[in-house]
Every structure is written in structure tokens, then in C-alpha cells.
């Protein structure tokens, strides 16, 4: 009798202690801050950019960092501090444009593949299996081959075909634990549609579940247009991102011209960690919310 009041008294103190912590205890506040400096600095950079940054002063080509050009000048002159917002702007574009297209192929597909009966749903998850094991970013320099030019556009959509399919088999596992739930039959019965269902019934249910990983995907959209930029594949040099700068990076380090490689280096890894420190916090909360239940 005495060690259940014990316990009872226990749980009483834990949920006390859970009501008095502060609401900013475990919450990646710096990191939101960050990133939001970055994203509303990128949004508005027209209000404070000092220099056209695609103006191209040749005579000022591979200046260093001084009061006149905040962080340098590339090898054609143009004002790096300038083109790191603008180019982020460009940059976080693509991230999130891709994302969303994955994010949607990704809901259509996994929510399709739940609701099939077993057959057409094994042979879906082939499909899935087989594109999830190809390198994606050897299918988005395919793509890419096979479009030409790149633009903002192209390059978003390619990124954006190529990265659904974890998030399809997450989509996939939730929507088979709930299609047949009480309100889903429901819904059936009195003749909605899939998309009804879906939208009104399926995807509330697992959009947690999914958040980290589209917060991710963004983060490896951005590292997509960089690796491409690199490889000579990406935007042309005139439609300045982070990763059309960084494909200066090989004559800036033989030319010892540091600050035009390790200053927009910075800025994106800085701006890749926070995505993702903030895609690990939203699976962590998932994680425990599941634990819970």
C-alpha cells in the first residue's frame, strides 16, 4: 500500500518537474535564430547589399577582404558579401522547390502504395528499392546531361525526381497502419475519393512522422546544386548560388585567393548544419511522441 502512494508520489513530482521546465529547455533556439538571420537576409538582401553582384569590375578582380569590398572579389571583380545573399537566395530556392516536388511525388506514391491491395503494393516497393539503390546524384547528372543548360528550374526538378523515395516508404509504412482505421472506412463508405481521403484523412496522420526528413531533403537539395555547380553541371557562372561560387574553388586556391572559397564555403556549411540540427530535433520529437504512445 505504502509503495503505491510512493509511486504515485513520484509521478507527481516528474510531471511537476516536466510542467516547471523552462519552454526553451531543449529547443535549438540558436540554430532557428541562425538559420532565420541567414533565410530573411537572403529574402531582403536588396535592402542592404552594397554592390550589384553581377556587376563585373575586372579592374578590382581578386582584392581581399577590405573596407571597400567586405569579404573580397572573385576573379571577375564581383563583390563577394553581395553575391553570397543574393546566391543564397538562389541557392534556398532550389532547396525548397525540389523538396516540394519530391515531397509530393513521395505522399502520391507511398499514400497509392499503402492503399493497393498486396500485389501492385510488393511491386511498387520494387520500384521504390530499385531507384533507391542508383546513386541519386548519378541520376540527377544524367538528367541534368539530357536537359542541357541548367537553370534554377531544371535543376530543381531534377533534384526534386530524384528525391522522394525514403520519404515514399515512411509515407507507405504510415498510411498502411491507418487505412484502416475507423474514420478512413468512414470516409470510403460514403464515397470520397482518394484524394479526399488523402489529403483530409491520411496526411495529418503521418505529416510528423515525414517533417524531419523533408527538412533534410532541403539540405541535400542545396548540397546537390553545390556538387553540380562543382562538376561544371550547374547554373552558369552569371546566374550566381552558393554552389556556382564554389565552382571558382580550384583557381582560387591555386591563385591563393582563400577568401573566394572559404567565405560562401562557410556560409553553406554553417547554413547546412542548422537544416541539420533542426531535421535531428524534429526526429527526436518524433521519436519520443511515438515512444509515448
Request: charged share 15%; proline share 3%; net charge neutral.
Amino acid at each position: 500500500m505504502n509503495d503505491r502512494f510512493v509511486q504515485v508520489g513520484i509521478r507527481e513530482t516528474d510531471a511537476t518537474k516536466e510542467k516547471r521546465k523552462p519552454w526553451h529547455e531543449g529547443k535549438p533556439l540558436f540554430v532557428v535564430l541562425l538559420l532565420g538571420v541567414v533565410v530573411i537576409g537572403c529574402i531582403f538582401c536588396e535592402a542592404f547589399i552594397p554592390k550589384d553582384p553581377t556587376y563585373m569590375d575586372l579592374y578590382n578582380g581578386n582584392l581581399a577582404p577590405s573596407k571597400e569590398f567586405w569579404f573580397g572579389t572573385d576573379t571577375m571583380g564581383r563583390d563577394i558579401f553581395s553575391m553570397i545573399w543574393y546566391g543564397g537566395r538562389v541557392s534556398l530556392l532550389i532547396g525548397v522547390i525540389s523538396t516540394a516536388i519530391s515531397t509530393v511525388i513521395a505522399i502520391l506514391f507511398g499514400a497509392v502504395s499503402g492503399m493497393s491491395p498486396k500485389w501492385l503494393d510488393d511491386l511498387l516497393m520494387r520500384v521504390n528499392e530499385i531507384i533507391l539503390s542508383v546513386p541519386g546524384l548519378l541520376i540527377i547528372v544524367l538528367l541534368q546531361a539530357i536537359l542541357g543548360k541548367a537553370n534554377v528550374l531544371s535543376i530543381s526538378l531534377v533534384i526534386g525526381i530524384t528525391g522522394w523515395t525514403s520519404i515514399a516508404k515512411v509515407v507507405r509504412s504510415e498510411v498502411r497502419q491507418i487505412r484502416n482505421s475507423e474514420y478512413v472506412i468512414a470516409a470510403k463508405c460514403s464515397g470520397a475519393g482518394f484524394f479526399h481521403i488523402l489529403w483530409k484523412h491520411l496526411t495529418p496522420n503521418f505529416l510528423s512522422s515525414i517533417m524531419f526528413m523533408v527538412v533534410m531533403n532541403v539540405r541535400s537539395a542545396i548540397v546537390a546544386e553545390s556538387t553540380l555547380s562543382f562538376m561544371g553541371m550547374g547554373l552558369p557562372l552569371e546566374e550566381i548560388s552558393w554552389g556556382s561560387m564554389l565552382s571558382l574553388a580550384d583557381g582560387a586556391l591555386f591563385s591563393g585567393s582563400w577568401w573566394i572559397i572559404v567565405i560562401p564555403g562557410a556560409f553553406l556549411v554553417v547554413t547546412l548544419l542548422c537544416v541539420t540540427e533542426l531535421g535531428n530535433y524534429l526526429r527526436k520529437n518524433v521519436s519520443q511522441r511515438e515512444s509515448v504512445l
